[in-house]
């Protein structure tokens, strides 16, 4: 994805962790625990352009590494039978422990012949959807 | 489970000058055809095939009076967008739990 990270807000979670960086990034890159919170993956390597999978009862999904910046930041797409998404983690250290962020931007797939033009104003019109929910109370 | 989106929401408000259209009802209320071609940089015959589609997809309504045909915004047609974003967040938000959970009972 090429937008900056304005424009691709589309799902955003944060939170405050009391881990560092380092044993979060573990968590974040070792399949064994990724299968721990996430969804099972027994293929997952931290290198850019390395295609896994990530499965659960109800489904799977398919990824690819996208960034990798140990420690710091970390990429992959995120695509599903209906969906096409890029989930990123951003991981900033505090004074107690790390702040972690993550980041879904999606788009449908038969989008493709629009994607270019969707791309700007598509997370900004989701950006827009709260104040339209606060007007339909 | 992902939550999946509202399939035809989705594909019709991926259309720039379609969800233009749909902005601009939002914001300035109710509008003719000719008055919504005017700033749209598009023939009128493109502005009303838009609008057949927003209707479809139940973002747009409208109302006959002689021969002029008002078009109005439905932002409750949203409702499913809106849900489906809150799922997705529900969903991470979770998956955040879970892996705090995981984080306190790891080593370092």
């Not at chain 1, 304005?6 to 799902?11: K, V």
């Not at chain 2, 991470?92 to 009972?105: K, Q, S, T, V, Y």
């Amino acid at each position: 994805m090429n937008g900056s990270p304005d424009e691709s807000i589309s799902i955003v979670v944060e939170r405050e962790m009391r881990h560092p960086p380092e044993k979060i990034w573990r968590a974040l890159t070792e399949p064994y625990l990724i299968g721990e919170w996430l969804m099972k993956s027994g293929d997952f390597r931290p290198v850019v352009g390395h295609g896994f999978g990530l499965v659960a009862d109800w489904g799977a999904v398919d990824c690819r590494v996208e960034t990798v910046e140990p420690n710091r930041s970390l990429s992959y797409s995120w695509d599903t039978k209906d969906l096409r998404s890029t989930v990123t983690w951003t991981l900033t250290p505090t004074d107690t422990g790390t702040l972690l962020r993550m980041e879904q931007e999606g788009f449908r797939p038969d989008q493709k012949s629009y994607y270019r033009g969707a791309q700007a104003a598509w997370p900004r019109f989701l950006a827009a959807l709260d104040e339209v929910a606060a007007r339909l109370e | 489970m992902i939550p999946q989106p509202s399939d035809i929401l989705f594909k019709t408000l991926s259309d720039p000058t379609r969800r233009a259209i749909f902005e601009r009802l939002c914001a300035d209320g109710e509008l003719t055809v000719g008055a919504l071609t005017q700033e749209s940089g598009v023939s009128q015959p493109a502005v009303s095939k838009h609008l057949r589609l927003l209707k479809q997809a139940g973002l747009v309504s409208d109302r006959h009076e002689g021969r002029q045909t008002h078009y109005s915004a439905r932002p409750v047609a949203l409702a499913p967008l809106i849900d489906w974003a809150a799922e997705m967040t529900r969903f991470w938000e979770n998956r955040f739990d879970a892996l705090e959970d995981l984080l306190d009972g790891m080593d370092q």
